[in-house]
């Protein structure tokens, strides 16, 4: 048999007085979803260990099988991974957001909507202005900014410490952005720079990049048009290279697979994982994004050779965190009619049963505008499966699914069975 996890970033919500007391879960229009949940057995998973930040780059790891203990080293490496960026071993690497500031307060943890041809300006404008030589004999940096995708990009620190706290942007929307500087924690590691060091060097490169960035072109014609300006960078979840098992490795079922994301961290993650990455044209990350494109690439994957798919949409967490519930519910309705509905009527004319799971990672509650740690409702279905009694998908009815509440790697471990 073959599998297929569809993932709706953030997709999960708290009941909304707008909504009668409802999550959006329950009130949007997902027939499909519906359906399977109908068909197939249903349950909850708790996707973040204990201790962990509930952030996609666990969340996401904890429900492909892998202990968050043993592997995890923050969403910088990972994402290094999807843009092709080979770590050395002393390497510190940082997802890098840039982000609106207005008035002392993070506006936005996406910078106004940035998109990847103007982002790129900005980072080659910071590595003129910012990126910092160890010295001039050895030739290497201690500080190198490395384009990504939007407002995604990676800030890499030579010799830097991973024992800093940092505080991710869009768990602080609204909040003045001073307190939020990065701390050091009282000890760690042995790398060049000090824990203090780091965080010291990481705060001067935030506030030195919020008096160049609004100089820069790009940032002036936001300004003269009102619009929201990319200016600052914000740094967060910092680690070195990670050390894992390939899904290959984690599960014999599993002999090639395939991930399909507009994400750099998921890609991050599928590469580790031993997955092939499958870029697909028109993919943004937001609720414009080509779910019909992805759709064709999982069955295509599915058709031609890969026994284990992996999709994943952004658009209901970035929703989310914009605080927009018409454009989650939408964004909702598209996953379940453009990119479930082709996949699952693609395989029932497939020679081999495929086993299809649809779950988020977190929820992102449209009225919080940030993740929350709290499980989230999944459903499995293959032909085949003994259903259990829910008939709707969402954070109520899967409480009482057959599978009950799960916990990280168990979601796997079950969805694997078949």
Sequence with gaps: MKHIIILGDGMADHPVEQLGGKTLLQVADKP?????????????????????????EVANTAILGYDLNKVYEGRGPLEAASIGYQLADDDLALRCNIITLEDGRIVTHNGGNLQTDDARQLIDYLNEHLAKPINAEQGCQR??????????HLLIIKGGSKHIECAPPHDHPGELWKPLLVKSEQQGGDSALSPKQTADLINDLIIRS????????????KAAQGERQANSIWPWSGGYRPSMQTLMELYP?????????AVDLIQGIGKYAGLRIVKVPG???????????????????????DDFVFVHVEATDEAGHDGDLDLKLRAINYLDQRLLRPIYEATLQ?????????LPDHPTPVELRIHVNEPVPFLIYYPGIEADDVQHYDEVACASGGYGLLRLEQFMQTFMKQ
């Design 253 to 261: 079922q599993v002999s090639k697979g395939a991930v399909i994301s």
């Design 210 to 221: 919020q008096q160049l960035l609004p100089q820069h072109p790009y940032n002036q014609a």
């Design 350 to 358: 497939m020679q081999q049963p495929v086993s299809i799971a649809v």
């Design 143 to 152: 500080v190198t900014f490395v384009a990504g995708i939007q407002y995604r």
């Design 32 to 56: 499909m979803m519906d359906l399977l949940a109908q068909k197939g057995r249903t349950g909850r998973l708790i996707t973040v260990p204990e201790g962990f930040p509930p952030g996609s």
């Design 283 to 305: 993919a943004t990350g937001l609720a414009d994004t080509n779910y019909e494109g992805k759709a064709q690439a999982a069955i295509d994957a599915l058709l031609h050779g």
